[in-house]
């Protein structure tokens, strides 16, 4: 027997491969099938089962791509509706694979599809569970990323209640809970950074889990605190359930190098959209105009995602050498397969060849303290909001980068904002977003709220206004 767990840390993802004589299974694949495919044939094994815990919403599957290349079954549970061929399993059905078992253990909440798998190792011993987005390490799966459901969250965290009481807590606690996610996905509130644990330890541990927990008790905790899901969510299920365009098309098309003229000429009469993708420090000091900084060295598919809200907008993009294939694939992974080429020789070749360039005022958090001194500053915290309540620069606002497509109406474009983020990433996306619609008086402060700490700029916690 066995089981690999592949790990992308960029969307907090975790994909399986499991294998017993010769025989392997895929769980919950990201949208390249070339790791699986080489795996298995390194192993000397056929992929039989490609098995998915539910339609995922953070990114977009590779099952439907991977069966065709592979012959292998895609699995589902039950009331799962494709528009492929798949096999629904019922609640309790055994799939074999070598000396294994695989049982179906159908977890409603999370989805309504939502399934758990079970497996069962040749001395008929429950070993692992697969849980999906089910059960996380220290937390749940959120119950309102349902695709096309009449349910309203609270059904759906009854329902996930029910499902763990009564399918995955009576299991041993030696058996290992394997999930889709870790710390740093939007699919739940509160995960640990560590992607495996015995079961046993999450009923100790787990808030979910407690044994004294009422059913009401979980549908309050479960749904508290739950902030709106990133608009690509409810997209990328339905792309899960309809099947996407083959990845090598989008490669094909997306990874091509384009001369500086052509470059332009997208931009400016296709509608193209400019993504720089470098690291932030290099995008501040000189852009292409009107260009939107995503950096691939950070949480970059996760960004696109929610701050780009059109799936079929048109790409362009400047990346650091050896890194275009890369920004093509993570693009593709949530969604995003209209991308039409790179900038060929980077911004050096735009440069050179005397285009426009705009730069973007940057400055350590030492200087940002003698303008706070100085007073009079406008200060935009662009961290979510949890962040900005446990402690907060003192007369900051906060206006989160998850949704500025929304809230930025609300700014002046001739007032001069500080702009700040946990560490440097997010404010310059932030700022550059602003900068491309016509703000152009921002100021991003380098380093973030780390650095600012580092400082004598007072801060502060949030305090519930009062209501009397």
Known sequence: MKIEQIYTGCLAQGAYYIESEGEAAIIDPLRETKPYIEKAKKEGAKIKYILETHFHADFVSGHVELAEKTGATIVYGPTAFAEYTIHEAEDGEELPLGKLKIKVLHTP?????????????????????????TLFIGDVGRPDLAVKTDLTREDLAGHLYDS???????????????????????????????????????????????????????????????????QYFAKNAMLNKTGVKSLDDVMNRGNVPLDVDTFEAMANHESALI????HEKNFVR????????????????????????????PIIFVADEGKEEEVVTRLSRVGYDNTLGYLKGGIEAWTAAGKEMDSMESIEATEFERR?????????????????????????????????????????????????????????????????RGYHKVVDIAGGYKAISGTSIPRTDYVCPSTT
């Open 109 to 133: 909440g999370h989805t309504m599809e939502s399934t758990t798998f079970l497996l069962i190792d040749e001395n008929e011993k429950k070993h692992a569970i697969f849980s999906g987005d």
């Open 286 to 313: 000189g852009f292409i105009p009107n260009s939107i900084y995503i950096g691939i060295y950070g949480t970059f598919a996760p960004w696109v995602g929610a701050l780009i809200e059109d799936l079929n907008q």
């Open 164 to 230: 763990l009481r009564n399918k995955i807590m009576p299991l041993p606690d030696d058996v290992i809970v394997y999930p889709a996610h870790g710390a740093g996905s939007a699919c739940g509130k509160n995960m640990s950074s560590e992607t495996f644990d015995l079961l046993g330890n999450q009923k100790k541990t787990n808030y979910a889990l407690r044994a004294d927990m009422t059913r009401e008790e979980f549908i309050r905790e479960v749904t508290e605190g739950i902030l709106p899901p990133p």
């Open 372 to 436: 706070f001194k100085a007073g009079g500053l406008q200060i935009l915290d662009i961290r979510k909001p949890g962040e900005f309540a446990a402690e907060h620069v003192e007369d900051s606002v906060t206006m989160p980068l998850d949704y500025i497509n929304d809230t930025m109406s609300k700014l002046d474009r001739d007032t001069e904002y500080h702009i700040y983020c946990a560490g440097g990433y997010r404010s310059v996306i932030f700022s550059s977003i602003l900068k491309s």
């Open 275 to 278: 993504l720089d993708t470098r």
